[in-house]
């Protein structure tokens, strides 16, 4: 048997992209929590699959979700500011339902050398809405393949191999994504990562080495322009446009960043999986900063929350891969997952989400401002759109991750989920369809689960 110091330093190390699935808090809220039947299913989860940070051994099963709820197996509700970052468009809506049943009973599966009217009307319709000449796209079953896809693009497009990507970032969880990505949780430990991958500071005052305080300085972004300048032959720089931990540059990062990539000759690849299609206040987040990279990568929420399906969009002019393979997935032109992604796509432009999140999504922020002239614990309130993070730290600055975790354990209790990340980071992501009633209820919540936690 492991100690239970061995388990929480483990613990300590996976605080990074999830909340962690080893903590003594987790095991005691469980025993308060879950029933017979309960613990069985979660038994024989981890009887048979392999157990891995972040998911299983697993906290809870459920048994349904709809709209912006989950509901477990013991019939408790859940309104889940978490979900993966899938449901922008809530779980099981009925048009993406009713686009996929129509897929199923015409063309469940499309065999390579063949296309489909799904797989086309859905290039088509990204070519349409996409920023910029990024009018080709290839289809992957999920974002680490299409993040990838990117990278070898960039290699055939350049003819170089090195790419610069952001300490703390995330692309993904395949060995050549966490090489770009920035995390220890998914590097540490596990042999050589793929050459070339450098790391810079991303634009982050909380850990900014630069030391450019609560607002950054954009000394981050010059320091890019000397590494690219120093290395000379950097075919790319993969970065999320806006990092899910709440992390939003300022408008001049982008814009910068966008010239000096184009100075150095390095394409510039922007991971938007689990932000675009409207979370952020618009479709795509870099039409919030005005640039167009040369590559944009989407997944997520694409498939409305119930099929896989991820896109690269290229700038026309770097469709040069003709004799090459750059994708080569099995379920690359799915006609079952580009239906849901029409219909995903029609429902946020038909139902004004994009635009809906912005505006819930600075109401919810001020909300959750005024909770931090209440609660000492709260150091910041952050976002875009609705994509949210309250970031929490003690009296003497360092963070709060015991208490972000009671914080989540808490809200568990009282009907709210969300995602923990950083180790004290609350991070907060309702569908783009929560209805503002609900909104107002998980600031009740998180206001009554940080109450008796200011001073400790
Ligand atoms: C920013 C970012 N990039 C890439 C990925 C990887 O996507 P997938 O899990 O579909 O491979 C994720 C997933 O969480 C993500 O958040």
Redesign the pocket.
């Known amino acids: 048997m492991e100690s239970n110091d061995n388990i929480e330093q483990k613990a300590g190390i996976a605080q990074s992209e999830g909340d962690v699935n080893l903590s003594s808090a987790r095991e005691s809220w469980q025993r308060e929590n879950l029933d017979d039947a309960t613990r069985a299913l979660l038994a024989e989860d981890a009887r048979y699959f392999l157990h891995q940070s972040l998911s299983s051994p697993c906290l809870n099963a459920l048994r349904s979700c709809e709209g912006s709820f989950l509901v477990d197996t013991q019939g408790r509700s859940y309104l889940d500011f978490h979900g993966n970052?899938v449901h922008q468009v809530g779980f099981g809506h009925p048009k993406v339902k009713a686009a996929i049943y129509e897929a199923l009973e015409e063309l469940p599966f499309c065999t390579r050398r063949y296309t489909n009217r799904y797989a086309v009307a859905l290039a088509r319709k990204l070519a349409e809405i996409s920023p910029g000449t990024l009018n080709k796209s290839l289809f992957a079953p999920?974002?680490?393949e299409a993040?990838s896809m990117a990278v070898k693009l960039a290699r055939m497009a350049t003819g170089r191999f090195k790419t610069v990507s952001m300490w703390d970032s995330?692309?993904?969880?395949t060995l050549d994504t966490i090489s770009l990505g920035g995390e220890m949780l998914f590097r540490n430990n596990i042999g050589p990562l793929l050459p070339g991958s450098e790391h810079v500071p991303p634009a982050e005052p909380l850990h900014c080495p630069f030391h450019c305080g609560k607002s950054c300085n954009l000394q981050c972004a010059g320091y890019m322009d000397y590494v690219l300048e120093k290395e000379g032959d950097v075919a790319a720089v993969i970065a999320?446009t806006v990092r899910?931990t709440g992390t939003v540059p300022p408008p001049e990062y982008w814009r910068k960043l966008r010239e000096i990539c184009t100075r150095h000759g390095a394409l510039l690849i922007l991971?938007e999986?689990?932000h675009g299609l409207g979370r952020t206040g618009s479709m795509f987040t870099c039409e919030q900063y005005g640039i167009v990279p040369d590559m944009l990568v989407i997944?997520?929420g694409l498939g409305g929350g119930v099929v896989p399906i991820?896109a690269l969009l290229a700038r026309e002019d770097l469709d040069i891969g003709q004799d090459r393979a750059l994708g080569h997935f099995t379920h690359e032109k799915s006609p079952v997952a580009c239906a849901a992604a029409l219909a995903v796509i029609e429902v946020i432009e038909s139902e004004g989400l994009a635009k809906r999140a912005a505006i819930l999504g600075n109401r919810f922020m001020e909300q959750l401002r005024e909770l931090q002239q209440k609660h000492t614990l709260i150091y910041d309130v952050r976002g875009m759109g609705l994509l949210v993070a309250v970031v929490l730290r003690l009296p003497d600055g360092s963070p709060a991750n015991l208490q972000a975790e009671q914080v989540m354990y808490r809200a568990l209790n009282r009907g709210l989920s969300f995602k923990v990340s950083m180790g004290s980071t609350l991070i907060l992501t309702p569908p783009l369809t929560i209805e503002e009633r609900h909104l107002d209820s998980a600031v009740k919540i998180i206001d009554d689960c940080l109450s008796g936690l200011d001073a400790a």
């Open positions: 970052s999920g974002g680490a993040i995330f692309h993904g969880a999320e899910s991971d999986i689990p997944g997520k991820a």
